[in-house]
């Protein structure tokens, strides 16, 4: 008889906490730190997504429509820049504590 594997929630991820910090980072004015940690993580579409806010932020209009083209299936573009910062940390806490998929592949 198969024993269903036990609902356990996902620990932090040391991307995820870079992410975070990233955001972190960004809203307390720190553009620079916050860019040095996107660029290690370019590829994942949440660190696309800070990038092409931080562009935003930066005036940089051209580079910031770049890099949400290539987030494109997580970025939800807010009124200003630090209100999508504060969905994106919401974002990114909210995949640390989800439950985890069982032995099927399914979530409970």
Known sequence: M??????RFHAT???????????????????HGAHEIVQRHEGDARADWIHAV????????GNAEYWY????????????????????AEVLSASTTRPAADARGTAP
Request: aromatic fraction near 2%.
């Open 2 to 7: 198969d024993r269903p594997t036990p609902r």
């Open 13 to 31: 991820t040391d991307v995820e906490s870079e992410l975070l910090d990233a955001v972190r980072r960004a809203r307390e004015g720190d553009w």
């Open 54 to 61: 931080l562009h935003r932020i930066e005036g940089d209009s």
């Open 69 to 88: 083209r290539r987030c494109a299936s997580v970025a939800s573009r807010a009124a200003s820049p630090q209100a999508e910062l504060a969905l994106i």
